[in-house]
C-alpha cells in the first residue's frame, strides 16, 4: 500500500487564501440589510433621523418590549 503525506503548510497556506478572498469580497460589496421603521418621522425628526430611531431602539431594548405600538 501507498504511503503519502499530508502538506500541512498547503493546507494552511490555501485557507488564507481562501479567507482573504472572503474579506475581499466582503469589504467590495457589503452586506445590506433594509430596515423598517413601524412609525412615521416628523419632520423636526428626520433631519436627524438616524439619532431618533437609535434613540427608539435603545429605549425599546431597555423596556425589554417589542416596540410595536411606539409613536
Known amino acids: 500500500m501507498a504511503k503519502f503525506n499530508i502538506d500541512e503548510r498547503a493546507i494552511d497556506k490555501m485557507q488564507q487564501e481562501i479567507v482573504k478572498e472572503f474579506e475581499m469580497a466582503a469589504r467590495k460589496h457589503p452586506i445590506r440589510v ?4 413601524p412609525f412615521l418621522l416628523s419632520a ?3 433631519v ?3 439619532q431618533a430611531i437609535s434613540t427608539w431602539a435603545t429605549s425599546c431594548a431597555s ?4 416596540c410595536e ?3
Open 63 to 66: 423596556e425589554g418590549s417589542t
Open 48 to 50: 436627524r433621523g438616524s
Open 34 to 37: 433594509p430596515i423598517e421603521v
Open 69 to 71: 405600538s411606539a409613536t
Open 44 to 46: 423636526p425628526s428626520a
